[in-house]
């Protein structure tokens, strides 16, 4: 047997204890530089995160901007009301949970649909309502379970109520849901997805959305202390929100009112202006939509009655329709001939009742014609002759030139997004709108049509509004605007929105003037004047009547044409005629005869606007207008 010595032996232990010693305070040195790390060169990042844990920032999403009319009347506002929400994330199962909840709170098919299609539109960490607009009884009976139900609460909401429903429905607009597209470009936006932190609503049309920053106003932040399920404790600090600024409007709600009851369930538009300043009175467009079915988001019912109906109530025509404006453009051609030279107030022409251009006749609507005619007779009795020769001398650059200084053919610059440009015809337009070199020529018999408002011509019922408030301002022209004042909501305090001369055309007085006599003759002895008997001011206007198909020759009986496929009818004015308050332009789509159908319902706007007298009803059409003058 070996036998160590005992030197050796005390060697080997002295060596394991120096191992172990130095494994020890190895480990205790990685521990200590563990802790340094952690206690000292992470203390800011770790401290920060145990905070986050315990502390949770909630946004306080300000109360949207009020919009009022002119008067202070209110058209859309905000109340409050309870909803219940479900969080995705933190429930088991969505199907079960929602039945469950349906047991003691009253959750429609509707409210389902409309929660599944909330989930696939939204983050699944987000708080989604399953139903809104809770009673008191509701939120009792959910106070009480709430402890069986992890992920589901019952939340404070303010909502957008627009208190008269469709009552200028297209104007005001209406807010929804933040869709995905629109929350990535908030989130691109630093500054606007701080400020949309908690927000779930947004304009989408009409002056909800082109005043969107003004309206919402700045987000507010809460620091709240949580528990560790997530509940909130005690609240900390709190930076109050600062509520969206109020609009107040140019708008009279009263005569928009009044404006959309005189076209019963007529389609159509009318845009009324104050010729100097450029103030919307009132812009109707008929059908009209209830904003309120879009606020908690509208349901698939509804959606499909408003998108496939023929009558397209969503449609703006006010901004959107482009129409040929017929016998309305006479007016402007009129000046057009003044100012260009091309035409002097008596220079007359005798009229046969047609007028022939290489081997096409172009007739008139009075068969032999209207004899001796000058300029102020040609607007009165709207002779399709007289424009027909001046189309013809003027070449159709030159009114082209002329009306675009008018604003026809071009955005008006309205304070609401999404206008129209309507058509302006050229020979530049023709290049570039058609693709085949034989489409693209301008022929000159094209020009014929465009001297009464027929061919390519096609402009919006705010654009013909636009150009007459012009006129009836002597040449001077502003922008149009709805929004009259921007209100701060904290001290009252009012911006406001300064008429904006787009331009001084230039116009010389004696040719308004000629413009001024015709359009007043039109009200006394004219087309409109059965519309206007009896009237106790003295309006200046036109009336028209354009073709929605082409006849071929044929003569129009409109009893014996479909009705989508009858005439449209249409009225421009402004009134008083020597001192102009108002100017406007009228379309009925299909309407007929613009004597008949669109004058009507001016004289109903006139009639309120300058005098206050409220109708009883809807406009009613008058079949015997004019009958010799049935297309003007």
Not at 173 to 179: L, Q
Not at 389 to 416: C, H, P, V
């Amino acid at each position: 047997m070996e036998f160590k010595a005992p030197e050796q032996e005390l060697s080997r232990f002295r060596a394991r204890v120096a191992a172990a010693a130095a494994f020890v305070l190895l480990g205790f040195g990685l521990i200590v530089a563990r802790y340094v790390y952690l206690q000292v060169l992470r203390y800011d990042y770790y401290a920060t995160r145990a905070e986050e844990n315990r502390i949770s920032l909630l946004p306080i999403v300000p109360n949207r901007g009020l919009i009022t009319d002119r008067n202070g009347v209110v058209l859309a506002r905000n109340y409050s009301a309870y909803t219940l929400e479900i969080t995705p994330s933190k429930v088991h199962n969505l199907d079960d949970t929602i039945d469950e909840l349906a047991e003691f709170i009253d959750i429609q098919p509707k409210d389902r649909r409309r929660f599944r299609k909330l989930l696939e539109e939204s983050k699944n960490f987000e708080s989604l309502p399953i139903r809104t607009r809770l009673t008191d009884e509701e939120v009792a009976r959910f106070i009480a379970r709430r402890y069986k139900f992890p992920g589901v609460d019952i939340k404070a909401r303010l909502f957008r109520q627009y208190p008269f429903g469709e009552l200028a429905s297209h104007a005001i607009g209406y807010i929804g849901r933040i869709n995905q597209k629109e929350m990535a470009k908030i989130e691109d936006d630093e500054d606007l997805a701080a400020n949309y932190r908690g927000t779930e609503h947004i304009g989408k049309t009409g002056l909800e959305q082109s005043y969107e920053k003004e309206l919402h106003g700045v987000t507010g932040f809460e620091q709240v202390e949580v528990d560790a399920s997530g509940r909130a404790v005690r609240s900390l600090a709190r930076t109050p929100p600062v509520p969206g600024n109020n609009l107040q409007l140019t708008m009279d709600s009263e005569l928009q009112r009044i404006a959309e009851q005189a076209f019963g369930n007529r389609r159509g538009s009318l845009v009324a202006i104050e010729p100097g300043t450029g103030g919307v009175l009132a812009l109707v467009s008929t059908p009209r939509f209830d904003p309120n079915l879009f606020v908690d988001g509208i349901t698939p019912d509804n959606w499909d009655v408003l998108n496939t109906s023929l009558d397209r109530p969503m449609i703006n025509r006010a901004l959107n329709g482009a129409y040929p404006p017929g016998s309305t453009f006479k007016p402007f051609m009129a000046l057009a001939a003044l100012e260009t030279g091309k035409r002097t107030p008596h220079q007359a022409i005798s009229d046969p009742g047609y007028f022939v251009f290489g081997n096409n006749t172009f007739r008139d609507d009075k068969v032999g014609g209207h004899g001796m005619v000058d300029m102020v007779k040609s607007i009165i009795v709207s002779c399709d002759t007289y424009y027909y020769l001046l189309a013809n001398d003027m070449g159709i650059d030159l009114i082209s030139e002329f009306m675009g200084k008018l604003g026809l053919g071009s955005r008006t610059g309205i304070d609401i997004d999404g206008e129209s440009t309507g058509v302006l015809p050229s020979q530049a337009w023709k290049k570039k709108r058609f693709k085949k070199p034989e489409q693209q020529k301008w022929y000159a018999g094209e020009t014929i049509s465009i001297g009464i408002g027929q061919g390519y011509n096609a402009y919006t019922p705010l654009q013909l509004a636009h150009a007459t408030a012009t006129i009836a301002a002597g040449g001077v022209m502003y922008k149009p605007h709805i929004v009259k004042y921007v209100v701060d909501a904290q001290n009252g305090a009012k911006r406001v929105i300064e008429p904006t001369p787009l331009a001084d055309l230039g116009f010389k007085p004696e040719n308004v003037e000629v413009i001024r006599k015709g359009m007043v003759g039109v009200i006394t002895s004219g087309t409109g004047a059965r519309a206007f008997a009896g009237a106790k001011y003295q309006a200046a206007g036109k009336t028209g009547t354009a073709q929605v198909f082409s006849l071929k020759g044929a003569k129009y009986k409109e009893s014996d044409t479909h009705e989508r496929l009858r005439d449209h009818a249409l009225f421009i004015a402004y009134a008083p005629a020597d001192n102009p308050k108002i100017a406007l332009a009228v379309l009925v789509e299909n309407g007929g005869f613009g004597a008949a159908a669109a004058a009507p319902i001016a004289r109903q706007v006139l009639d309120y606007y300058l005098l206050g007298i409220k109708p009883a009803g809807a406009a009613p059409e008058d079949p015997d207008a004019d009958p010799e003058h049935a297309h003007d």
